[in-house]
């Protein structure tokens, strides 16, 4: 079977033999979900690409002890999720991003307070009549928690399980966390249109 | 969750999908450099640590032979066991081959199955009592039977010999030919009988046995003419003048067949030239009615009388 026709799992588990043309085709495969996940969540380039590098880098090196017991995405997105909030943390802009998780199904704990902070105006271009930047322009209003949940289950294709497995929250946080963020969605589209 | 509110989930997750990829956003070049130069460098280390494929055998490494203590054995065991196979097919062939002593003076086994068929043959020869070509042409006539000698034609038949048994069959051109001509080497007697001589399938069949098995001396190298086996025989020290249980020495047999190589071998090597068979047969008696010259000439010279 080509490498173009290989599941992520299959992809991994060569790149584990030493074949590095399966990662090159896992990579090409995520990249820009991938970025985007970081990107709209940090919504700064170059932590997004520094996150980036760290999340593709884990994934490299632990491709010796990879199992696939899960899907390639969900442990991806786990990564990437993790790195997320550790460099948040590293920056003193996190001080417990599970606080409130559970007292607050909105996702408006400190995290998102800080990560937002200051930046809850509409940006210009959600002025735009473009309905695409003002999507785009739309998820990056959503409070942190709700993004990430968000972002995972639109760009990594994960399920409600495999969201709250990749952020260690439970079931029902995330089920009320997209449900608030897709509902945000369509206000903040209805305003912008 | 209504199935109209999770059509507009799913609607919307398009147009946000949709959306996202008109986005440009995309990692730096040197950041994707980096992730693909990380993931050579960790895949060239996972090569080297994978282990050798389970179906291939692992290679055999010469410059560590204790390693492979098991394989070399095999291997010299398997060819000296083959060497050896071969050595005892092969042996045989050239043991019945080398002379089997210098015990000339013995006749060559002369076993009882031989001695009765010859004693056979003698009997009808005698009954026959005709020149040997008739002899050949008439196997059996009771009425013109003579006397003969085991290596004599009835012309050749100095004295009667004893009353012997009635041939229980009639001797065949071949058989009687053999008479006739003194006791030939049994190696001829095998190979007339397989070309449809009068020996039956068995007794060709015993007669190849016996051949096969028969050691080669002095008496049967020099009837059947054989001049290197008996050079070798007689270099070996084997006896020139022994004698058959008849009193034939191989030079009455050489004559009886006219082998004059042999008959001048045998004179040369000191053989008697008037040692005469039980029946008082000479060489040169024998070389003389059989009208063989040469070989009555050499007798001659050599002091036959």
């Known amino acids: 079977m080509s490498l173009s026709q290989e599941t992520d799992e299959n992809l991994m588990l060569r790149f584990g033999r030493g074949e590095a043309a399966a990662f090159e085709f896992l990579y090409q495969r995520h990249e ?5 996940y970081l990107h709209r969540n940090v919504r700064n380039e170059a932590s997004a690409n520094d996150l980036m590098q760290e999340v593709w880098f884990a994934v490299v090196r632990g491709a010796a002890k990879y199992q696939p017991s899960a899907k390639f995405t969900t442990w991806l997105f786990t990564i990437a999720h993790n790195r997320m909030v550790d460099m948040i943390r590293a920056n003193h802009r996190l001080q417990s991003l599970d606080a409130g998780d559970d007292a607050d199904p909105e996702g408006s704990s400190l995290l998102d307070r800080l990560a937002v902070d200051g930046k809850l105006e509409p ?3 959600v002025q735009s009549q473009h309905e695409a930047a003002a999507l785009l322009a739309a998820v990056e209003q959503l409070p942190a928690e709700q993004r990430s949940a968000f972002l995972m289950q639109a760009e990594g294709g994960l399920s409600v399980e495999e969201i709250a497995e990749a952020t260690g929250s439970n079931f029902e946080t995330v089920k009320s966390r997209l449900r608030y ?3 945000k969605l369509r206000q903040l589209l209805w305003e912008y249109a | 969750m209504t199935s109209k509110d999770s059509n507009q989930d799913q609607e919307l997750l398009d147009r946000y999908r949709r ?20 993931s050579r460098r960790v895949a060239e280390q996972l090569a080297a640590n994978q282990p050798a494929p389970t179906g291939s055998p692992p290679s055999f490494d010469v410059s560590r032979p204790a390693a492979n203590d098991s394989r070399w054995k ?7 066991g083959a060497a050896l196979l071969a050595a005892l097919l092969i042996a045989p062939r050239y043991l019945e081959r080398l002379p089997t002593a210098q015990n000339s003076t013995v006749p060559a086994a002369a076993p009882a199955e031989e001695s009765k068929f010859e004693s056979q043959e003698a009997a009808a020869l005698q009954e026959n009592a005709v020149p040997p070509q008739k002899a050949r042409e008439q196997p059996l006539d009771k009425k013109n039977a003579q006397p003969a000698q085991n290596y004599a034609a009835a012309p050749l038949a100095l004295k009667p010999a004893p009353a012997a048994p009635p041939a229980p069959t009639a001797p065949s051109e071949d058989s009687a030919q053999n008479i006739i001509a003194g006791y030939p080497p049994s190696v001829d007697r095998a190979a007339r009988a397989s070309q449809g001589g009068a020996l039956s399938a068995g007794a060709a069949r015993a007669a190849r046995e016996r051949d ?8 049967s190298a020099a009837a059947a003419g054989d001049l290197a086996q008996a050079t070798l025989l007689v270099d070996q020290g084997a006896a020139v003048d022994a004698r058959d249980t008849q009193g034939r020495t191989p030079l009455l047999l050489a004559v009886a067949q006219n082998q004059l190589a042999v008959v001048r071998l045998l004179l040369a090597r000191g053989a008697d030239p008037n040692a005469a068979d039980n029946a008082g047969v000479t060489p040169l008696r024998l070389a003389k009615d059989r009208d063989l010259r040469d070989v009555a000439a050499l007798l001659e010279r050599a002091g036959a009388r």
Do not use: H, K, M
């Not at chain 1, 820009?32 to 985007?36: G, T, Y």
């Not at chain 2, 096969?212 to 008496?219: H, M, R, S, T, V």
């Open chain 1, 181 to 183: 963020a897709r509902a």
């Open chain 2, 74 to 80: 095999i291997t010299a065991f398997g060819t000296a």
């Open chain 1, 32 to 36: 820009s979900r991938v970025f985007r």
């Open chain 2, 19 to 38: 959306a996202s990829e008109t986005d440009a956003a995309a990692p730096s070049d040197a950041v994707r450099s980096a992730i693909l130069a990380e």
């Open chain 1, 123 to 125: 940006p210009a271009q």
């Open chain 2, 212 to 219: 096969a098995l028969e050691p080669i001396n002095l008496q």
